[in-house]
């Protein structure tokens, strides 16, 4: 399968706990995005990646979330010191150079107990 | 800031009728692209189709089609022949020129009746 993928796809921890999500892009894709989706609403943009720079980051990424792109491949997204108010389904993305689509992965579900 | 608005979290159509879903949207640049996207129970987001502002001709992909009206700032997704595999969270989306990220809509919750 060449398409995006996450891992894991469903993470439970407890409240206080840090996660950490995983997203490999399709290959050749320079271009990465996290979005956050809560039930009953539309994803929302937490940041994204030009190669292995980042170039744009939403206010509601706060200070406990931290996105990396080592050599512009995967991406990593952490949650540190866990909330309930993060409990969603967090979804990466990656598009190529100057086209219009982007490609989604099936997303990791974070439950916070 | 650009906002997209989806009024109907619900709906429904027999299958082989024909649906439409309202999206509408708010923005000040001139120069931006409207997307649908549809998110299958459990499965990841698939692109449904794409409109350009600047053309005025609707896009159209087999069974769907659009109906926008940058005036209005309106853009509407119709499914033709609707099938069982239709069955899905259909959202709207916003990009502008410049940004990369979208925009979506809350989105609308499809269902096929046999």
């Known amino acids: 399968d060449t398409g995006v993928s996450q891992d894991p796809r469903h993470k439970i921890t407890k409240r206080g706990q840090n996660v950490t999500f995983r997203c490999d892009p399709i290959s050749e894709h320079n271009r990465l995005y996290w979005y956050r989706q809560t039930l009953g609403q539309g994803p929302e943009f937490l940041t994204y990646f030009q190669n292995e720079a980042q170039l744009e980051k939403s206010r509601l990424l706060s200070d406990r979330f931290s996105a990396e792109r080592p050599k512009g491949s995967f991406s990593t997204l952490e949650i540190q010191r866990t909330e309930q108010g993060d409990s969603a389904m967090y979804l990466c993305?990656?598009?190529?150079?100057?086209?219009?689509?982007?490609?989604f992965g099936q997303g990791t579900r974070l439950t916070v107990v | 800031a650009q906002t997209v608005t989806q009024s109907q979290p619900e709906m429904s159509v027999q299958e082989a009728e024909t649906v439409t879903l309202s999206c509408t949207y708010d923005t000040s640049e001139s120069d931006y692209y409207l997307f649908w996207y549809k998110q299958p129970p459990s499965r990841q987001m698939i692109l449904v189709i794409r409109q350009e502002a600047y053309k005025q001709q609707n896009a159209t992909e087999n069974r769907f089609s659009v109906n926008f009206q940058k005036a209005a700032k309106s853009f509407s997704l119709k499914i033709s022949d609707s099938q069982l595999g239709d069955a899905a969270m259909y959202f709207c989306a916003y990009r502008g020129r410049v940004a990369r990220q979208l925009t979506f809509g809350s989105g609308t919750q499809l269902t096929v009746l046999p």
């Open positions: 993305a990656s598009s190529l150079g100057r086209t219009l689509e982007a490609f």
